[in-house]
């Protein structure tokens, strides 16, 4: 699973791993939380990019009508009013839940089941993907999903976890740019908890949780990421060089996120266009994070 707080690359970091030889890529964000979620950080972050929660009582059908999914589900069923509609999927959710029945009535119900069994309908159900019959990882991208990090890697013991972190001011500009944006308060508060998560899952995960920056990505993505699949035991495919649908490289990564040109350039001249104020306001926010990752002079560099 990937996870990357708002506007930090996590999409742009997911359209690089697509097209890998030996993985499953989910086509948007995969959104696997369900309305059941309650907890401490329930009104902090959409339940749909959580960790799922079902209910006791309920059957394989009503588990995976559960599962939220909204990017992938409104565009297989109303392809119309999807931003992703220009983009070719033959792709049936109705066949998807029947072969998610199919699985799970054969394993047994568990979220750790449950949601294996869900990426595998996906791409059964899933008639134009391109494989490579090599494929052996299924990866999904949700926002913010590091703060259930342990929790996954706990219930799935062959999982690995990567979380991106972009620096606070080149993210906070771009979602400055959202139509109903969140304040600098707000933003920099679920910025903070996403580098905390991620760093404290590391120390107890060290093998399994792995971290990278949004800059080192767009710089370099083949030895960023390359370093990460030989972590997992996969090889350093040429496909990380290029952001890809489906295995058609884009020129943009726009619209799976807010990051239309994934340069370092780019994304340096994004943090600049705060004013003195917001920079400095967003220092102060970020000030415990800035060394660990090496972000003290980022919109300087270059």
């Known amino acids: 699973m990937l996870g990357a707080m708002y506007e930090n690359g996590g999409n742009t970091t997911h ?88 699985y799970v009535g054969k394993s047994g119900r568990s979220r750790a089941g449950n949601v294996l069994a869900f990426f595998r309908a996906t791409f059964d159900a899933w008639k134009d993907y391109k494989r490579t019959g090599r494929e052996c990882v299924y990866v999904g991208y949700s926002p913010i999903l590091v703060v259930d990090a342990e929790k996954i890697l706990r219930e799935l013991p062959n999982a690995h976890f990567l979380h991106v972190v972009r620096n606070p001011w080149s993210a906070y500009a771009d979602t400055k740019k959202r139509p109903v944006p969140l304040s600098l308060h707000h933003y920099m508060l679920g910025w903070t908890l996403n580098q905390y998560f991620a760093l404290l899952i590391k120390q107890k995960f060290p093998d399994r949780m792995h971290i990278v920056r949004a800059e080192d990505v767009m710089r370099n993505p083949y030895e960023t990421l390359g370093a990460v699949c030989k972590a997992m035991g996969l090889e350093p495919a040429e496909s990380l060089r290029t952001a890809s649908w489906n295995g058609t490289p884009l020129e943009e990564v726009y619209p799976w996120g807010t990051i239309r040109r994934a340069t370092p350039e780019q994304n340096r001249a994004t943090g600049r266009e705060l004013s003195d104020e917001e920079r400095a306001e967003v220092r102060v926010y970020t000030s415990q994070y800035l060394d660990v990752f090496d972000y003290q002079k980022v919109l300087d560099e270059g």
């Open 15 to 102: 359209r690089f791993l697509d097209g890998h030889p030996q993985m499953f890529v989910y086509p948007f964000e995969s959104q696997l939380g369900t309305r059941l979620v309650q907890d401490e950080l329930s009104s902090m972050f959409p339940v749909k990019y959580r960790w799922p929660v079902f209910a006791l009582d309920a059957t394989p059908y009503q588990d995976y009508k559960a599962i939220i999914d909204e990017e992938c589900k409104v565009r297989a069923r109303t392809p119309n009013v999807s931003k992703f509609r220009n983009s070719p999927f033959d792709f049936s959710d109705d066949e998807r839940c029947r072969l998610f029945e199919q």
